[in-house]
């Protein structure tokens, strides 16, 4: 069974950062694809980035690109996502997902393991 632990979220003024991480207990991280989601307050939770199991590099949702980057430590079995630049509009509870050997896939149906989330709050 696999878990997935976030942090890192709290509250920050617009234009300030945050970087989440999301700890797997898995034996085998390196090959798992790794995803972070958000959800918004009325909203349905949609893709920010992922990165998969064989790429050096994350693919972002056009709303973060430039200002998010995914990275992973595999040493560490963990994922992260740097947050700058951040916006009111990013406020959202933060999920990663995971899928062993996963495609490079947006669609959170596509992953098998969720997070509990955790909440990013951008004040203006």
């Known amino acids: 069974q696999v878990q997935l632990v976030e942090s890192g979220g709290g509250l920050v003024q617009a234009g300030g950062s945050l970087r989440l991480s999301c700890a797997a207990s898995?034996?085998?991280?390196?090959?798992?694809?790794m995803g972070w989601f958000r959800q918004a307050p009325g909203k349905e939770r949609e893709f920010v980035a992922v990165?998969?199991?064989?790429?050096?590099?994350?693919y972002y949702a056009d709303s973060v690109k430039g200002r998010f980057t995914i990275s992973r430590d595999n040493a560490k079995n963990t994922v992260y996502l740097q947050m700058n630049t951040l916006k009111p509009e990013d406020t959202a509870v933060y999920f990663c997902?995971?899928?062993?050997?996963?495609?490079?896939?947006?669609?959170?149906?596509?992953?098998?393991?969720w997070g509990q989330g955790t909440q990013v709050t951008v004040s203006s």
């Open positions: 997902a995971a899928r062993y050997r996963g495609a490079l896939r947006l669609e959170e149906a596509y992953y098998d393991y």
């Open positions: 898995v034996g085998t991280f390196s090959s798992y694809t």
């Open positions: 990165m998969v199991w064989t790429a050096p590099n994350g």
